[in-house]
């Protein structure tokens, strides 16, 4: 089996699991947010949703052990999935009690629910543990050259640290924070890259943060989500007006198609490019390209590979080629 073959097989398992799972987690928490049974009935669907995820936290160990040896085993994609449990099922909980509340007022109360639930992911949970298992980035020369490129572009960094993937085999790299970041980089990534790429990859990391992607993308997600939930509840509450039911339901579908499926990949990929250009534009654009190069061979990730199966990022090959047109002297 060609190399290509091999990481595209990989690529595509995986994606295939992660979009079957998002699925299934979406289309059973739907099930409960709008049954009317009563608790035994919704307690079943979160048992259900509990197995499933169970499942796909042993389908991602097992492709990742075949494909890429990890040495981990699966406790550890099953924290992951566990953690998110907790993290949810109080949500579930809470929209529960709307049951016994009737007519338009769930509407105020799910609302009220779905604000609690958008304010609670700004702290982003998952992200306090990675950043108590990670430890501050040592080498000098690459700190000195991220506060470099930061007060370059504007940003405000507070830290750069190292996350411990080494076992896991995750070449990685991302930033959080809202005013003030902090850029994450894993040490499979950092130790397999030379300084030049490591530069480049924390440069296109900063750009992300200098356009404001993630509060953007927070924005239109969480603005979509109140939208089609306030759509479809629209759509059960008032039953009685004619056709307007029936518009609503409709109205909530195609936002979930457009809005959620075809729109956000489109704009995480122009947002991708955007982090490109403006990384290429403050480094050697050739630190970047090889970058890329190198991550790809490291994750497996295939040079080129179809929208349908990567829909957050530009192929490999596509990053590239506009790098490599990219006029050097603008830096």
Do not use: C
């Not at 009220?112 to 992200?127: G, K, R």
């Not at 890259?193 to 530069?199: A, C, G, Q, S, V």
């Not at 339901?249 to 729109?263: H, N, R, S």
Request: hydrophobic share 50%; charged share 20%; no cysteine.
């Amino acid at each position: 089996m060609s190399e290509t073959t091999y990481s595209t097989r990989y690529f595509r398992r995986k994606a295939f699991i992660s979009t079957l799972s998002i699925f299934f987690v979406l289309v059973m928490a739907l099930q409960a947010t709008f049954i009317r049974e009563g608790i035994l009935t919704y307690v079943s669907i979160l048992a259900i949703i509990f197995i499933g995820i169970l499942i796909s936290a042993m389908a991602m160990f097992l492709t990742e052990k075949k494909y890429k040896d990890v040495e981990v085993g699966y406790l550890y994609f099953l924290k992951d999935a566990i953690f998110y449990i907790i993290f949810v099922i109080p949500i579930w909980l809470l929209l529960y009690i709307r049951i016994v509340v009737n007519g338009p007022i769930t509407i105020v109360y799910v609302d009220l629910v779905i604000l609690f639930f958008m304010a609670l992911t700004l702290s982003n949970p998952f992200l306090l543990i990675i950043k108590r298992k990670s430890y501050p980035l040592t080498d000098l020369k690459m700190v000195e050259e991220v506060k470099r490129l930061s007060e370059k572009l504007g940003v405000r960094i507070s830290d750069v640290r190292v996350i411990d993937w080494e076992k896991q085999k995750i070449p990685n790299a991302f930033q959080s924070g809202f005013r003030t970041y902090t850029i994450f980089i894993s040490n499979y990534l950092k130790e397999n890259l030379t300084f030049e790429e490591n530069i480049a990859v924390l440069a296109h990391e900063i750009s992300h943060a200098a356009h404001k992607h993630l509060q953007k993308t927070f924005i239109y997600v969480e603005s979509m989500i109140l939208i089609i939930i306030n759509l479809f509840l629209f759509a059960q509450y008032y039953p009685t007006q004619g056709n307007l039911s029936l518009i609503f339901a409709i109205t909530g579908f195609i936002l979930i198609y457009v809005g959620l499926i075809f729109f956000l990949p489109f704009l995480q990929r122009h947002f991708e490019k955007e982090a490109d250009i403006s990384a290429a534009k403050t480094v050697d654009p050739k630190w970047l390209i090889s970058a890329l190069l190198r991550l790809s061979d490291l994750g497996l990730i295939p040079k080129k590979i179809s929208k349908f199966w990567n829909s957050s990022h530009p192929d490999i090959s596509t990053r590239v080629k506009y790098l490599q047109e990219l006029n050097t002297g603008e830096r």
